[in-house]
């Protein structure tokens, strides 16, 4: 048993530290839903969701929401746990709150990152938001690898930093998203060996809606009402030395049935790794509950290249009152 934590524990740390200047707290993303479109979300934001990917997207949010959230990476070895709400104030704009704990399964371990924001849709065609983020992160004192390691100088930190965005709705059925994430440096080193600084991340991209193009749309009623509920996005986003570029479609079916597709390609730009591209399916079913609805949320990611063993599973509920 020991030795599997410890190769846990050299798996994790690879993955963690790849390079002396790659801070913890990648992009896990949150939310079944953002997932099922290929990780594309930063120009629509309209759920439970919108805190970790874009805040100004509270702005356009006129009802009480709350999620959770529970993904799967590499074959069980990492889980992502969270949970969060939103809270519309009237015409004083929203607020929203989210924590996301991950953990590796020998709980060796452990980081968290406690999110609080607020959104305003200052003119009917523009909100802008911008989310507070606690990080933390902390290695099991009493394993052995942890103990005798003398790469450890301590086994937790904590940082703050923070993130703004805006979301611009120029014309019926267009959205456009920008956020700009970790803009306060934090230093979240475990060892005196290195810096290790969770990065910026700048995201920019487009939602549309196909509901201009059903109004113009000759075709029967059938496929005219689908065109309604339908929208595709894309997405470009930049951590570190990486260039992501993520695209994902949404179709519901009915007022209960929806499905979800993405596409994404990640490439380094300093060489390091090549490219790896994702494939993502999801989709989620609604059932009313009163004057409410509970809605469930399913993604499933494939990669490629360095991971392509790995998959990515993610299941959220959310509640809309």
């Not at 074959?75 to 704990?101: E, Q, R, S």
């Not at 009402?225 to 570190?240: G, Y």
Request: charged share 15%; proline share 3%; aromatic share 8%.
């Amino acid at each position: 048993m020991q030795l599997k934590h410890t190769c846990h524990v050299l798996l994790l740390l690879g993955l963690l530290f790849p390079a002396t200047t790659v801070a913890r707290f990648n992009d896990i993303g949150v939310g079944a839903r953002p997932l099922g479109l290929g990780g594309a979300f930063v120009a629509l934001a309209d759920d439970s969701n919108a805190p970790n990917y874009n805040a100004a997207g509270l702005g356009y949010i006129d009802a009480i929401q709350a999620g959770a959230t529970y993904a799967q990476r590499f074959n069980g070895l990492i889980t992502y746990n969270a949970i969060g709400g939103v809270i519309p104030l009237g015409g004083a704009g929203v607020i929203g709150a989210n924590i996301g704990i991950l953990a590796e399964d020998s709980e060796i371990y452990r980081e968290q990152t406690l999110r609080l924001a607020y959104g305003n849709a200052v003119l009917k065609q523009i909100a802008i938001g911008a989310t507070l983020k606690l990080f933390s992160t902390s290695f099991d004192e009493a394993n052995e690898f942890v103990s005798e390691n003398p790469y450890f100088t301590q086994t937790s930190a904590s940082a703050v930093s923070f993130d703004v965005g805006v979301i611009a709705k120029p014309a019926t059925g267009l959205s456009l998203g920008v956020s700009a994430e970790n803009l306060l440096p934090a230093n979240m080193s475990i060892s005196e060996l290195h810096t290790d600084s969770v990065p910026r991340h700048i995201r920019a991209g487009v939602a549309y809606r196909l509901e201009s193009i059903a109004e113009m749309s000759a075709q029967g009623e059938v496929v005219s009402n689908l065109l309604k509920s339908s929208l595709v996005i894309v997405e470009v986003a930049n951590r570190s030395s990486e260039m992501h570029v993520r695209a994902g479609a949404e179709l519901w079916l009915n007022k209960a049935i929806a499905v979800r597709g993405g596409y994404g390609v990640a490439s380094n730009r300093t060489g390091g790794s090549g490219t790896a591209t994702t494939l993502t399916l999801g989709g989620s079913a609604r059932i009313p509950v009163g004057s409410a609805a509970f809605q469930l949320d399913y993604g499933f990611q494939m990669l490629t290249g360095d991971f392509q063993d790995n998959t990515t599973q993610r299941a959220s509920v959310n509640l809309l009152f």
